[in-house]
């Protein structure tokens, strides 16, 4: 049993689960403070997200993105790195899908896969940018990531602009459906909700981050550099080489559920006046998940059911978005600060091995 107990601490189940816990206990007491029943807020909240087959589609439709940005952030952090520039990985691979569902006439059994393909890769290469200046010029990810960001979003709201966009429209025109991700038959299966197959790539992708980096000799390398890269260098591993590696891997993922967005929901990419904030949810859903491959599908999981939930919450028990926001903050929050109930843990295990 004491067994049992050190691995789930280990692993980090027990922590985030008692943060998850604390964080809707304190939400429910400013619930509470303000007027309204947590009882009812946190009850239209599971009803909108799964009282129906429909609410169950679009959940996990908001869930998928939030995967893809939360696995590039997890890798990044996992490989030493620190990526702020899903948002703009995730732009770019929305607008190389778009490019390619709307240029070309494909067959949909060669469309589709290019389409997902090519956003992956191109969110990839814009993240590849910020590993190189890293590698070759010390410039440090934080700042020429957050740069990417805005150089992205302006990039592709001119790109739009002047190849892709519908006349008369803020939007491109509509891709082609032999490059969708999305079914009539799941949709009707889920009474009209959006959800689509980037789900499935979504967790493909989740499973492809774990065997990476825990079992393959290159994932070895990433980890080595991230947890030390002097003794790395000493030990004859690229560092250099690996930093750009990583930062290419993790925009392929932020890349990805760009392509997925656009391909299984959208179906075109619109001139945008602000960011959609994907990418810096998927920084709150890494650290929900401890920065791992399956932890942050959890960490996305929570969040995208708070999100979509919180329409429940608003309509159902009349609270409104503000205390929502703060109540999905303290989630985040609470889980954030998992080590103080980690050496809370730690200590009350030492005072009973004193005791004993």
């Known amino acids: 049993m004491k067994t049992l107990s050190r691995w789930l601490l280990r692993e980090s189940v027990i922590i985030p689960l008692i943060s998850v816990f604390a964080g809707l206990i304190i939400g429910a007491i400013i619930m509470m403070f303000g007027g309204y029943n947590p009882f009812e807020a946190y009850q239209a909240l599971f009803n909108k997200a799964f009282g129906n087959i429909y609410g169950i589609g679009e959940t996990i439709r908001t869930i998928t993105p939030l995967i893809f940005t939360g696995l590039a952030v997890a890798f990044a952090f996992r490989t030493g790195l620190f990526n702020i520039g899903a948002e703009g990985q995730f732009i770019m691979g929305s607008l190389a899908a778009a490019y390619v569902g709307i240029m070309l006439d494909l067959p949909a059994i060669i469309h589709m896969p290019l389409a997902v393909i090519v956003g992956g890769i191109v969110g990839g290469l814009w993240g590849g940018i910020a590993g190189f200046l890293k590698a070759s010029r010390g410039v440090h990810e934080v700042i020429t990531t957050i740069m990417l960001n805005w150089i992205a979003l302006y990039l592709s709201n001119y790109l739009i602009r002047t190849h892709l966009l519908?006349?008369?429209?803020?939007?491109?025109?509509?891709?082609?459906?032999?490059?969708?991700?999305?079914?009539?038959?799941?949709?009707?299966?889920f009474n009209n909700a959006r959800i689509h197959f980037g789900f499935l790539i979504a967790i493909l992708c989740a499973i492809v981050f774990y065997v990476i980096l825990q079992k393959m000799k290159q994932g070895?390398?990433?980890?080595?550099?991230?947890?030390?890269?002097?003794?790395?260098?000493?030990?004859?591993?690229?560092?250099?080489?690996?930093?750009?590696?990583?930062?290419?891997?993790?925009?392929?993922?932020?890349?990805?559920?760009?392509?997925?967005?656009v391909l299984g929901v959208t179906h075109n990419v619109t001139i945008l006046p602000a960011f959609q904030g994907y990418g810096f949810d998927g920084i709150a859903v890494a650290l929900l998940g401890g920065n791992a491959a399956f932890g942050s599908v959890v960490g996305a999981f929570l969040l995208g059911t708070l999100t979509f939930g919180a329409t429940g919450m608003k309509l159902g028990?009349?609270?409104?978005?503000?205390?929502?926001?703060?109540?999905?903050?303290l989630v985040i929050y609470f889980v954030a600060s998992r080590l103080i109930f980690k050496r809370l843990m730690n200590a009350l295990n030492v005072n009973k091995q004193e005791e004993q």
């Open 317 to 329: 028990a009349g609270v409104p978005f503000e205390i929502i926001n703060i109540v999905i903050a």
């Open 166 to 189: 519908e006349k008369g429209q803020q939007k491109s025109e509509t891709l082609a459906q032999s490059s969708w991700l999305s079914f009539s038959f799941l949709t009707d299966l």
């Open 220 to 261: 070895y390398e990433l980890r080595s550099v991230g947890l030390n890269p002097h003794a790395a260098e000493y030990a004859g591993i690229n560092v250099k080489s690996n930093i750009i590696k990583a930062m290419v891997i993790s925009g392929m993922f932020a890349g990805l559920g760009g392509a997925v967005e």
